[in-house]
C-alpha cells in the first residue's frame, strides 16, 4: 500500500506545536533551576564530612537514578494525592523533572567540588575570605567550569526527557503530537517534525551553552 505523505497536517497546526516547544523550553528551564539548586545542595552533603547529610544525599541519589523516570512522574502526580496532596500536571512534571535533574547534578557537581585543590582553599582562608565568599569563588564557580559540558550534556538529557511528562497530559510538544496524531492519523509527519524540533532545541540550548563557556569558562581558567 502506498503512503503519500502530506505536510499540510504540520503547517495548518504550526501554532500549536510552537506552543509546544514554549511549554517544554518552560518546564524544562524551570525545572533545571531548581533542579541545579538540588544538585549544588547534594553535592555540599556529599563532601561535607557529614555522615548524616552524606547519607540523605547518597539515598537520593540511588534511588532516584536507579528507578525509571516515568515512576517518579507517575508518583507525584498518581501516588501524592493518595495522601491529599494533589499536584496540577504541570506543576508534577516541573517537580518530577526537577528531583530528576538534582540527582544526577549531585554527583557531577560534587566530582567538580572534589577536583578542586585543597591550597586553593587553604590560599582563600589566608587572605581573609569568607566561608560564603570561599564557597561561591573558590569552589562553586571553578566546580562548574570543570564539569561544564557534562551539565550541558545532563541539560540537554533533560530536555529530552519532557516528553514523557506527556503521560500525565501536561501540554507540551509530545502531547501536542499525540493530540494531532489521534485526529489526523499522520503519524509520519507529526512525529518526524517533532523529531525536527526537539532537534532544534538540542542545538539551540548547546549553541547558548557554547557562547557561555566561550565568554566566561574559558576566561575563567586565566585567571584561577
Known amino acids: 500500500m502506498e503512503y503519500t505523505p502530506d505536510f499540510s497536517v504540520v503547517w495548518n497546526n504550526f501554532g500549536l506545536f510552537l506552543q509546544g516547544v514554549f511549554l517544554t523550553l518552560r518546564l524544562a528551564l524551570i525545572s533545571i533551576g531548581f533542579g541545579l539548586i538540588l544538585g549544588i545542595l547534594g553535592a555540599l552533603a556529599r563532601t561535607s564530612g557529614n555522615k548524616i547529610a552524606n547519607a540523605i544525599a547518597v ?8 528507578t525509571p523516570f516515568i515512576i517518579q512522574l507517575f508518583f507525584f502526580y498518581f501516588g501524592l494525592p493518595s495522601l491529599g496532596l494533589r499536584l496540577t500536571a504541570e506543576q508534577s512534571a516541573i517537580l518530577a523533572l526537577a528531583i530528576n535533574f538534582g540527582a544526577y547534578s549531585t554527583e557531577i557537581v560534587r566530582a567538580g567540588i572534589e577536583g578542586i585543590r585543597k591550597g586553593q582553599i587553604e590560599a582563600g582562608m589566608a587572605l581573609g575570605l569568607t566561608k ?27 530536555i529530552l526527557f519532557t516528553s514523557v511528562v506527556s503521560q500525565v497530559s501536561t501540554e507540551e510538544l509530545m502531547f501536542v503530537g499525540s493530540y494531532l496524531q489521534s485526529r489526523t492519523f499522520r503519524s509520519f509527519e507529526i512525529y518526524l517534525t517533532i523529531a525536527f524540533l526537539y532537534l532544534g532545541m538540542v542545538w539551540f540550548v548547546k549553541l547558548l551553552a557554547l557562547m557561555i563557556q566561550k565568554k566566561f569558562f574559558n576566561f575563567m581558567r586565566y585567571i584561577r
Open 59 to 66: 539515598a537520593y541519589v540511588e534511588f532516584i537514578r536507579n
Open 132 to 158: 560564603l565568599k570561599i564557597f561561591r569563588h573558590v569552589l562553586l564557580v571553578p566546580a562548574l567550569g570543570n564539569i561544564y559540558p557534562a551539565l550541558v550534556s545532563q541539560i540537554v538529557i533533560a
